[in-house]
């Protein structure tokens, strides 16, 4: 089978082929650290952990390197506001940042690169860029010359003409547009305000713009083309368009073969943003209990090039859909030692790294034929229920019936085969202390729901509800059926 990925550039899906050989060099725009991560890096940072992971998983050996914005505006404003440096904000918000991406299971990056820390790579693009005459200083700033790059607007598909013509209304012009040859031009530097941080340049004090953070990082980590270059689709212009002419103009090279883009969020029909009260972080969201990996699933269950919408009935439909997903993963601690799998008392026991899947089989087949498919993770998902649900039936079949239809070395090949494919895409769930192992016998679970009828019987509802919370509370999901039956599953 061969990898096919939707390159953004050209606009069509096109056969995988690294630059070297069983390696790729992937670089991801990261996040300006003055605020909490909201659902849009969530929803994007999921997505290229498991374009990672899957990578990986294929055989090849991924560098993956993404950048933290950590001197900007919107840090300048935040520090004013506060009454601290920018760089307590920026140092704050790059923790948040760890904090959030390790309880959604992302794993991380190679390297982190920070604006701050690659002024010296950044100062030297830029004079590049002026000795090659595409920009130029204007009163301490530094300005690209767009017009001077024939290939301007091939990865958005935006003409200057019609941009162009769309702007011919403005009136007023501002301090920095009067500072430059065309109004399409754009900061590689800026002079410093009053009070503001700044670092010393050839231009004069000041910092970088943000565009050209990105030119520098790649170039000083991964080197000057990369394999792939990936982001949000609001990043397509003008920061990856801008890129692209930073990088291209300076080097004489491609900057990245393949732009891949995720869609955006939407909340309820609308668009995330904060003047619209609609927006959410993802702390806020985990800590008001939702579960981590239905928030990673209900991501993953849509392509990661088309919009998603976050709406309390897709959330709970996503929660529903990780009960089912999650019973399968336990199946092993659940049913292992009672189906005498010979590794159930190993200490690795269901560590993914020291299982073998058959990859000829036919789930592993379909579930590659899937990603292969430019990532097509919800296809992929669809083969992970299939083998979780064929794993209930039978952990249902020798709960009730003391027996199973399939034998226990084929159920032992699912299971692994299952929990595998769910750690490719950063889906994991293991046992809760005292409920799946070591908790109650059969017996015991047995005798306390007939301990239940019984007091059912005798109209004591409080002592019936309190054992049900009981069973509960040990993992034992009690399931009331017509004609006075309980059947009863582990969760």
Sequence with gaps: MTLTLYNSLTRRKEPFEPIEPGKVRMYCCGVTVYDYCHLGHARSYIVWDTVRRYLQWRGFDVRYVQNFTDIDDKILNRAREQGVSPREIADRYTQTYFEDMARLNILEADEYPRATHTLDGIKRLIHELEQKG????????VYYKVRQFSEYGKLSGRKLDDMQAGASGRVEVSVEEQKKQDSFDFALWKAAKPGEEFWESPWGQGRPGWHIECSAMVREHLGDTIDIHVGGSDLVFPHHENEIAQSEAATGHSLAHYWLHNGMVNVGGEKMSKSLGNFTTIRQMLDHGLDPMVLRLFVLMAHYRKPIDF????????????????????????????LDWPDRQDPDFGNSANMRIDIQSDPVQRFQAAMDDDFNTPSGVAVLFELAKALIREGNLLVHQGKTEVDAQTLRAQWQTLVCLAQVLGLEAAPESGTVTGGLSDAEIEALIQQRQEARKAKNFAESD??????KAQGITLVDQPGGVTTWHRS
């Design 134 to 141: 595409f920009a130029y200083a204007a009163d301490g700033d």
């Design 466 to 471: 309190r054992i049900r919370d009981e069973l």
């Design 311 to 338: 709406t309390d009935e897709a959330i709970a439909s996503a929660n529903n859909s990780w009960d089912t997903l999650k019973e399968g993963l336990l199946f092993g601690y659940q049913y292992g030692e009672q």
